[in-house]
């Protein structure tokens, strides 16, 4: 059962209490109500959402890197002002997450502290570098795409203000798949040279893509406990299948091969198979030896610190003006 | 070190002429007027509103989710507040 453990830490005394809160918030979960931030809920339960949002936050705001790499090299006006767009959404991602996150009682402060300090994690495929502008593309529709698949059933996940949020981030990210579908396509129709370009980043991005699911579900450690709790809608392993069997067709329609000699459909299982995936790559990355983890963590350590004389000026200014009373009367419903 | 921790604000969008401001989300800012213009550029990046409030979360005062069956007790037991709680003969228009 779910609740063994919060009912040891409470006294004996509320023992009845907190076995009706229980039985109350198990009863909403099932008939699948959402569960809102004042609601009772079990210790594990928040501890799990602050930190799976956590590290979805984090993981929008360290994806800001690899992508900015390339907003002064991109080779038009009209993809350059996409791509800071792009970019613009990723930090209105995370700063959507973070709010959801502080719901819980986890201070921003708190949740930043972690991050740059390595207690919390981000997702590993932001420690891979992206070596040409086609990799650009290769994001945008492979690493965006496996993230939509992820996070589509989150918009219905049990705790309120995280669906709320990836109800509002799931729109936007379709823009995000859909330019870096575009921007592929032109390389790939492009010159020989350009076509190699796509070709290369789908290459590098393929796999790491397909790990941005987590392990398999007989190693994942979490994945039970997020599935009867309905933060968690469907096995890692599910959704993995489902993005490799919607890339597939996609990757026909772009002219690209996804570098995967196993790759085929199987008629029985209706469904592709797909080759094994080396899990051990994953792991290293996970523990910080991927290629960019020094320096994505570095970068963003130095963007807070060069922040910091901003945020103070900020709340001096904020302070100096506190007694003056702003223009009101605006709040008329 | 000064504490530089922005307070947190609610922020609320009206998202077209004829319709109440909806609460989008919350932020940080410093004050009123930077709340005001985070507020733009996080939640309405598309067009989303044409009219924005900012409030800091401390002004909100709610009540209490322990509470809710004894505080919306009172509209529980009162069925005749709904037009469909009333007989009327069928064949009786416009009401």
Known sequence: ?333 | MTNTDWPLWEVFVRSRRGLSHTHAGSLHAPDAEFALRNARDLYTRRGEGVSIWVVPSSAITASSPDEKDPFFEPAADKPYRHPTFYEIPEGVKHL
């Not at chain 1, 207690?119 to 086609?134: E, V």
């Open chain 1, 1 to 333: 059962m779910a609740t063994a453990a919060a009912h040891q830490t409470y006294g004996t005394e509320d023992v009845d209490d907190t076995a009706a809160y229980e039985r109350a918030f198990d009863a909403a979960v099932a008939a699948d109500e959402r569960i809102e931030p004042r609601d009772w809920m079990p210790d594990a339960y928040r501890a799990t959402l602050v930190r799976q949002m956590a590290q979805h936050a984090h993981s929008e705001i360290i994806g800001m890197q690899p992508e900015a790499n390339w907003i002064t090299r991109a080779p038009s006006l009209r993809r350059k002002a996409i791509l800071m767009a792009k970019v613009q959404d990723e930090a209105g991602h995370g700063l959507y997450l973070y709010s959801a996150a502080e719901t819980l009682g986890t201070g921003r402060e708190e949740l930043l502290d972690k991050l740059h300090s390595g207690r919390q994690k981000y997702s590993s495929i932001f420690n891979y570098p992206t070596l040409t502008w086609a990799d650009v593309g290769a994001i945008g529709w492979l690493v965006d795409g496996a993230a939509i698949t992820n996070q589509v059933p989150l918009c219905r996940c049990s705790y309120g203000p995280y669906a709320r949020a990836m109800v509002r981030i799931c729109k936007e990210e379709s823009f995000h798949q859909r330019q870096g579908y575009e921007l592929l396509l032109a390389l790939s129709r492009g010159t020989p040279e350009q076509h190699a370009m796509a070709q290369d980043a789908v290459d590098r991005w393929w796999w790491p893509s397909l790990m941005m699911f987590g392990p398999p579900d007989d190693e994942s450690a979490h994945s039970a406990q997020s599935m009867t709790w309905k933060i968690k809608r469907h096995s890692n392993d599910e959704l993995r299948q489902r993005f490799v069997d919607i890339c597939v067709p996609q990757a026909e329609s772009l002219g690209l091969t996804l570098p995967d000699p196993d790759l085929r459909w199987n008629e029985e299982r209706g469904h592709h198979d797909f080759g094994p995936i080396d899990w051990a790559e994953f792991k290293e990355v996970l523990r910080g030896n991927g290629p960019c983890n020094e320096q994505r963590l570095t970068q963003r350590r130095r963007a807070h610190e060069e922040g910091a004389w901003v945020r103070e000026a900020a709340a001096a200014y904020a302070a100096k003006h506190s007694g003056r009373t702003g223009e009101t009367g605006a709040a008329r419903a």
